[in-house]
């Protein structure tokens, strides 16, 4: 199973951007489908954008024009650039790799906190 690691997440001020990675420790392919989600506190996880095959994208409402999601196979890693933060974006974010044939796999998490 493909293990993933996030990173990049932090403090930052509303009106802020961070940018987040995930790192698979084996090789990506195109055909797998990415994806980021998140879980505030008290609440259930949620979608916050995909990217298949041909870099198709997909993203939550409550993230369109402030989120981007891209990859980068030859650096097993995909990214979450996330602009103009609110405090609403506060939230554990996960990335999640989904492989035909194989069970999904899931990072650990890294803590985004947006101050107000």
């Known amino acids: 199973q493909v293990q993933l690691v996030e990173s990049g997440g932090g403090l930052v001020q509303a009106g802020g951007s961070l940018r987040l990675s995930c790192a698979a420790s084996?090789?990506?392919?195109?055909?797998?489908?990415m994806a980021w989600y998140r879980q505030a506190p008290g609440k259930q996880r949620e979608l916050v954008a995909t990217?298949?095959?041909?870099?198709?994208?997909n993203y939550a409402d409550s993230m369109k024009g402030r989120f981007t999601i891209s990859r980068d196979n030859a650096k097993k890693t995909v990214y979450l650039q996330m602009n103009s933060l609110k405090p609403d974006d506060t939230a554990v974010y996960y990335c999640?790799?989904?492989?035909?044939?194989?069970?999904?796999?899931w990072g650990q998490g890294t803590q985004v906190t947006v101050s107000s």
């Open positions: 999640k790799l989904k492989r035909v044939g194989f069970v999904d796999s």
């Open positions: 084996r090789t990506i392919f195109s055909t797998d489908v």
């Open positions: 990217i298949t095959s041909g870099n198709s994208t």
